[in-house]
């Protein structure tokens, strides 16, 4: 069984950065697509970032945050990172990590296993 735990959101201004993380245990890390979803407030879950260590190291991210938003993973320590810089109020969601073994990095039905989520707040 594969679980994974968000940490570090919280509020901030306009402009400002915040790094999220979440710890992946269980099974086999390099194995995973690793992504991170949001989902604002009466609205459905919305694609963000997504990692392979399978495809070399690949990232790719959602236009709405492509020059914003890094996503990175440390393979030794299992984690997952999003690190948020000019953060903007459309930004505020609750932040999901999700692993999958494989299927369409940007579909959400697609991941079996998903965080409990961190709620990301940005406003002035």
């Known amino acids: 069984q594969v679980r994974l735990v968000e940490s570090g959101g919280g509020k901030v201004q306009p402009g400002d950065s915040l790094t999220l993380s979440c710890a992946v245990s269980g099974g086999t890390f390099d194995s995973y697509i690793l992504s991170w979803f949001r989902q604002a407030p009466e609205k459905a879950r919305e694609y963000v970032a997504a990692?392979?260590?399978?495809?070399?190291?690949?990232?790719e991210y959602a236009e709405s945050v492509q020059g914003r938003f890094t996503i990175s993973r440390d393979n030794v320590k299992n984690m997952v990172y999003l690190q948020m810089d000019n953060l903007k109020p459309e930004d505020t969601a609750v932040y999901y990590c999700a692993a999958s073994i494989a299927g369409t990095w940007s579909l959400d039905r697609d991941y079996s296993f998903w965080g409990q989520g961190t709620q990301v707040t940005v406003s002035s």
């Open positions: 990692s392979s260590a399978m495809s070399g190291g690949l990232s």
